[in-house]
């Protein structure tokens, strides 16, 4: 897979944090989700779906934020037809809570999934990289029940200013989900964080809106192009 060289390097970072994931596991708590808060969307969702015809052939893109606030996702995937279902704030326990819903009743030639929001510095919510890992791979059977020969692309989280401060525990859940990809068939894990750190490690604030979290037009064609060099090969050949 076209993750295998990224997986290497996350494995060094994974070799080094493995007794600090484990302690933080232990003591992480469980956080009822409020899932009622997304009606809404998934009523906007089944409108959507009542009033167009998505091809079968078309790329299902899921997440939080980033995917719904991508503009030009129709301009920036040709040919390929896409389908847009991104609600902002939502993490990896909402889509899977809501994915027999609003990803199952679809029918996609292949699944892209960015979601960013299980680490973001609330000691009370948090994950740990390795529940992370495992919520990522429960998500990956679900796509699979609905769709078994689907390729199923994840995009790397991305370090941001605006959460810097649990950049650690998200690089740690960005090696633990790059190795999960290389274990299962037609997974693909795109890594971005290079894309968007400078030469000293630290994320480049030109590529972001003013609150320093979501991308702005230049970081969207950053996104884009390193997305269908990963896509494109794939799905061309």
């Known amino acids: 897979m076209a993750s295998l060289n990224f997986a290497k390097y996350y494995n060094l970072i994974l070799s080094v944090s493995v007794a600090t994931c484990l302690c933080f596991l232990a003591v992480t708590p469980s956080v009822a989700q409020n899932f009622d808060r997304w009606e809404t969307v998934m009523q906007e969702f089944e409108r959507l779906d009542s009033e167009n015809n998505y091809p079968p052939e078309s790329i299902f893109f899921t997440g939080s934020s980033s995917i719904r606030m991508w503009s030009i996702l129709d301009e920036d995937m040709q040919p390929y037809s896409v389908i847009q279902r991104g609600f902002g704030g939502s993490n990896i326990r909402d889509i899977l809570h809501f994915a027999d819903r609003y990803i199952g009743v679809h029918d996609f030639r292949a699944l892209v999934l960015f979601v960013a929001n299980d680490i973001t510095g609330n000691v009370n919510e948090d994950l740990a990289p390795e529940e992370l890992r495992s919520l990522f ?44 990809c290389d274990q299962h068939e037609n997974v693909v894990f795109i890594p971005t964080s290079d894309l968007f750190l400078d030469s000293h490690g630290k994320p480049i604030p030109v590529l972001f809106l003013d609150d320093q979290l979501h991308l702005n037009e230049d970081g969207y064609n950053l996104w884009a192009d390193r997305i269908r060099s990963y896509m494109d090969p794939v799905l061309l050949n």
């Open 137 to 180: 791979e429960e998500f990956i059977y679900t796509i699979r029940d609905f769709n078994s020969n689907a390729p199923i692309f994840i995009i790397e989280i991305t370090p941001t200013n605006s959460r810097w401060d649990v950049w650690p525990n998200t690089r740690e859940a960005n090696a633990h989900i790059a190795m999960l």
